[in-house]
């Protein structure tokens, strides 16, 4: 058990944000967190990553309390990509990618061959070779989000926090992400993502969570989360849901006022003549 929060409680001055959660998130896999604007995803993952400290219950790495360890034994364990991310002006990508070994270095031993070998291999799996020289500044929001994914990599934690990772990227670049993902969970990864895409959540989740108002609603397998009922009630969302033809996963289709199944009455014809 990697990670877990028991009876966790969190707010913002006086707002409350997160309700009494408990939680036991899977060793190996892909946990999605799912849930309207304002429900608590990034709170949850903040406080999950050690960023914020709950005002009750607690979060356990390794079944010991984030109370009793130390930053950069957290860091060693746990990796955050975070939805908005800064870096400092004339940072190259090979530089931004090299601070996610920081938390392996001591005064007593700095840069290492398991550093060097963590970021090419980061490099590597996110496609960047061709970027790692230029200023991060200067690369498009798609290009500057996979070095931050490099970076997250270049950790090299058995955990992963991702918030919205596949934010400003293409298609193509989206789907490579996550199935880049998907090969680390293989690999025995557990990694916990906020994800706004419905059908990429049912196509990769092996384990769905669903949020609503601060409190868990929903969680388990997707055959039995990703239902009707429950986008109803989670996102006020109608919608179908289908198998897709070739690997028969779960396919969300909103219903649209202009389909002609949300109205009831049919639109009046304007008359001619
Ligand atoms: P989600 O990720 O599901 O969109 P968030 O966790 O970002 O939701 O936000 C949950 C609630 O907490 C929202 O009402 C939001 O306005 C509030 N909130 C988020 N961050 C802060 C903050 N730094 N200070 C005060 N309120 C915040």
Redesign the pocket.
């Known amino acids: 058990m990697r990670l877990s929060v028991e009876n966790l409680s969190f707010g913002?001055?006086n707002?409350s944000?997160l309700k009494n959660i408990d939680l036991t998130f899977p060793d190996a896999g892909l946990t999605v967190l799912l849930?309207?604007?304002?429900?608590?995803?990034?709170?949850?993952l903040h406080t999950l990553a050690g960023l914020l400290t709950p005002k009750e219950g607690r979060v356990l790495l390794e079944q010991a309390p984030f109370s009793s360890l130390g930053r950069k034994a957290i860091a060693r364990k746990l990796a955050l990509l975070p939805q908005m991310t800064s870096a400092p002006a004339g940072v190259t990508v090979r530089e931004l990618v090299m601070q996610g070994r920081f938390p392996w270095q001591t005064w007593w031993r700095q840069w290492s061959k398991a550093d060097q070998q963590a970021v090419d291999s980061a490099i590597q799996a996110t496609g960047i070779e061709d970027l790692v020289e230029r200023p991060l500044e200067q690369l498009s929001g798609g290009q500057r989000q996979r070095c931050w994914v490099a970076m997250t990599l270049a950790q090299d934690t058995p955990l992963l926090l991702l918030d919205e990772p596949t934010t400003y990227l293409d298609i193509a670049h989206q789907v490579e992400l996550m199935n880049l993902i998907a090969q680390l969970c293989a690999q025995g990864k557990s990694v916990i993502t906020?994800l706004h895409d419905l059908n990429q959540a049912a196509a990769y989740a092996d384990h769905m969570i669903m949020?609503k108002e601060g409190s868990i609603y929903a969680q388990g397998d997707v055959e039995n989360v990703f239902t009707q009922d429950n986008l109803k009630v989670v996102f006020n969302l109608d919608a179908d849901i289908i198998r897709e033809p070739r690997r028969q996963q779960l396919l969300c289709v909103p219903h649209t006022d202009h389909d002609g199944i949300v109205a009831d009455s049919p639109m009046p014809v304007a008359k001619v003549g």
């Open positions: 913002y001055r707002q944000v849930g309207g604007n304002g429900c608590g995803k990034t709170t949850l906020v949020m």
